[in-house]
């Protein structure tokens, strides 16, 4: 996974958008970061719950670990891009989007993907 297949994706979803945050860039929907890239762009952070944290560093130890600290606790995840495989990082950007983005917003995504839209 690359830092521009990792910016791709995170802008595919509905109302995604790329701004900056503390001088590297971050995605977000409608204002909120749901995911970063960090200096370098060598890795990424995704906020996730705690719960699709645990299932991805199960899955994929070698590429997500837990943010350090207090952040890393609530869910904050590191993905090592190097090392992830796409499908991982698309799973895990969906979730990080869906816990962020409005619940009309991401009802209306799930249908369209339900129904093949």
């Known amino acids: 996974m690359t ?3 990792y910016r ?3 802008l595919s979803f ?3 958008s790329e701004d ?5 860039p971050d995605f977000r929907v409608r204002g909120k970061i ?3 890239l960090g200096p370098g762009e060598e890795w990424g952070a995704l906020k996730l719950t705690p719960e699709q944290q645990e299932f991805l560093i199960r899955a994929a130890a070698n590429a997500f670990k837990p943010a350090s600290g207090a952040w890393g606790k ?3 995840t ?5 090392e992830a495989k796409d499908d991982d990082v698309r799973h895990a950007l969906t979730e990080a989007w869906r816990n ?5 917003m991401v009802k209306q995504f799930d249908e369209k993907k339900l129904f093949g839209m």
């Not at 900056?20 to 590297?24: E, G, T, V």
């Open 3 to 5: 830092a521009d297949e």
């Open 8 to 10: 791709k994706i995170a």
């Open 14 to 16: 509905p109302e995604a």
């Open 20 to 24: 900056s945050h503390m001088d590297h």
């Open 34 to 36: 749901f995911a970063t």
């Open 74 to 76: 609530r869910g904050s």
């Open 78 to 82: 590191i993905v090592t891009l190097s």
């Open 100 to 104: 962020t983005a409005p619940k009309q």
